[in-house]
Every structure is written in structure tokens, then in C-alpha cells.
């Protein structure tokens, strides 16, 4: 069993760390806030900074909000880097900037420990089921030693290449899903506004060649008016800005994902900011004056 240190334990990050704890694994944690009760009822031990996590752990897992959270948990006051050793390992799991990752993994390299990117995709649901892919950039050493703990957290785990490429695929993974959300969204829209039932619709759709999992749940989310956070619109909103600006500087062009990340952008002005990113279609319901599931009259 291995000495991990866990930081940042929220919606996704608490039952990761729980699943380590249920492994048997030494847990060293460290939250913003008051550490979860059942995590330390578990054994998981508190620790009072991110250096003291990493001179009690041997692999130092952060999973926090953005570029700016890691940048202060590692190199920060009394941060993960002040308490590194040679030989240790820091596996970030947040989705942040790959130009980034790039250079806090350098930094880490001259501390003489080994760096891994590693955000996961699954949300709420995959992080609680441990069925999280889990997109990695690094050293293929290092990745070995750290698979047999990702495996405890995801079911596809995949050494994309070196650092930043595991940020990279993430981002390329959340264009997909917002595009894909905003496609879902349009057809029930399209579908309730003619008469339909969105939920036989969506149910029809399931079994052909329509069907993805952003369909089956947060087309299903859209029927049942479910947009409590398993992912919030801030964090995809986050993402999404990661991919624009990447593409500014690869002279890309991402037209669609532009148009997603407007329809964010008013969901947050609408005050949406911690719905769940399923909570798009409110966007688009308002444009079109009309709600999934409503009545329409001469349908």
C-alpha cells in the first residue's frame, strides 16, 4: 500500500480520495475548508499545509478548480513544492492550462521528483462509481508506478505522452461534451416545441445512431429539470476558455465551441454559474420561449 496525499476535496475529489482510503492506502489530506468527517473516520489523517502533505505522502495528488489554485497549492506558501523530496511523485488531477502544466512540471522536475497531469472526465457520477477516464501526460515510469492507484479512481486510463498532453486531450474532451450538450439540448428543444414527448424522444433516440451518454444523462437531466451540479457551468465555462485561448495561439478556428461558450457565458449572467453544464438548454428554452416539456398549444 502506498503513502498518498490528497488535496483538494470537493464534489469530484472527496470520493476519489474515499475510493484510495477503501484500497487501503495512507491518506493525507488537505482542504480549503474543514476536512470531511467521513474521510478522517476512514483513517485519513488532516494535515495542515500542502508541504506537510508532501513530506508525510509519497505520490501527492492535488484536485482543485484552475491554473491559479494548483500554482498555490504547489508553489505557494507552504505549498506542496516546500516539502517535496527527490524521488517523490505529483500527479495533478484538476483541469487546468497545458502551457501551464508544461512549467510547473519543470519546476517539479528540478526538485527531482516526477510530474504527472492526470484530469479525469466522468463527473460526479464517475468519480462516485470509480469509472472515471483518466487522461494522462508524463513519464512512462511514473505512470506505471501511479496506474494500480488510478485504476482504483477510473476504468480507462490512457499515457497520452509527455506533460501537458494529458491537459491538452481534457480540453479536447470538454469541446466535445459542450458541443455535444448543446446538440442534445436543441433536439428535445426542437422535439417538445413540436408536440413531442421529450422524454420518449429522447428514450427513441438511445437506440439509434443519436446515442451517447450526454444524451442518456443529461438528456435526461433536461426532461426532469435536474441541473444540481454533478459538473458546474463555472468549471466547463473554465475549460472552455482554455480551448479558445489555445486555439488563438495555434491560429485554429473553433467556431462552435466560440457559440458554446457564449451560451455559458448567458447562463452565468442569468445566474447560472453553479448549474450543472447540462443547464445550457435554459439558454437556449429562453430563445426559444419555450421549456422542455411544456404544453404547446396547436402541436
Known sequence: MSKIGFIGLGIMGRPMADHLLTAGHTLFIRNTGTPPQELLDKGARACR??????????????????????????FGPEGVAEGLTPGKIVVDMSSISPIATKAFARRINELGCDY???????????AKAAS?????????????????????????????GGNGDGQTTKVANQIIVALTIEAVGEALLFASKAGADPARVRQ?????FASSRILEVHGERMVKRNFAPGFRIALHQ?????????ARSLGVSLPNTATCQ???????AAGGEAWDH????????????????EKTTGA
Open 204 to 208: 427513441a433516440l438511445m437506440g439509434g
Open 278 to 293: 447540462s443547464g445550457m438548454v435554459r439558454v437556449l428554452e429562453r430563445l426559444a420561449c419555450h421549456e422542455i416539456g
Open 238 to 246: 473554465k475549460d472552455l476558455n482554455l480551448a479558445l485561448q489555445g
Open 262 to 268: 457564449e451560451l455559458f457565458n448567458a447562463a452565468v
Open 132 to 160: 472515471l477516464t483518466i487522461m494522462v501526460g508524463g513519464p512512462d515510469a511514473a505512470f506505471e508506478t501511479v496506474k494500480p492507484i488510478f485504476e482504483r479512481m477510473g476504468k480507462n486510463i490512457t499515457l497520452v
Open 116 to 126: 504527472l497531469d492526470a484530469p479525469v472526465s466522468g463527473g460526479d457520477v464517475g
Open 49 to 74: 499545509s500542502g508541504s506537510e502533505v508532501a513530506g508525510q505522502a509519497d505520490i501527492i495528488i492535488t484536485m482543485v478548480p484552475d491554473t491559479p489554485d494548483v500554482e498555490e497549492v504547489l
